[in-house]
C-alpha cells in the first residue's frame, strides 16, 4: 500500500528557510503531481504548491510566490518544499497530497509535519 512521508518541519524564526521533503513508498512519484496544502489553526487548508506530473509545471499560492520552491528528484522518489523568508504567517501543518494532475482534493495524503515560525 502506497504511503507519503512529509519530513522537515520545525521552528524557525522569521526570515530562516526550511526545506520540506515528502517521501513516497509503496508507489512511484513519477507519475504523480504532487501538492503541499497547509492548515493553521482557525483557518482553511490552503493550497501553497503542485508540481505536475506531465511537464514539470510548478504553481504557487500568491502568499508564497518569489519565497517557496517546488522540486522533485525522482531518483529518490521524493518531493521538496523550499521555504526561505519564513514568516509567522507561514506557520501551519504542512501536507504532501498526491493525485494525476494539479487539483483541490487529491487522492492520497501524508500525515503532515509541524512548521512554526517564531522568534
Known amino acids: 500500500q502506497g504511503q507519503l512521508v512529509e519530513s522537515g518541519g520545525g521552528l524557525v524564526q522569521p526570515g530562516g528557510s526550511l526545506r520540506l521533503s515528502c517521501a513516497a513508498s509503496g508507489f512511484t512519484l513519477d507519475y504523480y503531481s504532487i501538492a503541499w496544502f497547509r492548515r493553521a489553526p482557525g483557518k482553511e487548508r490552503e493550497g501553497v504548491s503542485c508540481?505536475?506530473?506531465?511537464?514539470?509545471?510548478?504553481y504557487y499560492a500568491n502568499s508564497v510566490k518569489g519565497r517557496f520552491t517546488i522540486s522533485r528528484d525522482n531518483a529518490k522518489n521524493t518531493v521538496y518544499l523550499q521555504m526561505n523568508s519564513l514568516k509567522p504567517e507561514d506557520a501551519a501543518v504542512y501536507y504532501c497530497?498526491?493525485?494525476?494532475?494539479?487539483?483541490?482534493?487529491?487522492?492520497?495524503w501524508g500525515q503532515g509535519t509541524q512548521v512554526t515560525v517564531s522568534s
Open positions: 508540481i505536475s506530473s506531465s511537464d514539470g509545471s510548478a
Open positions: 497530497a498526491a493525485d494525476r494532475a494539479c487539483v483541490a482534493q487529491p487522492a492520497y
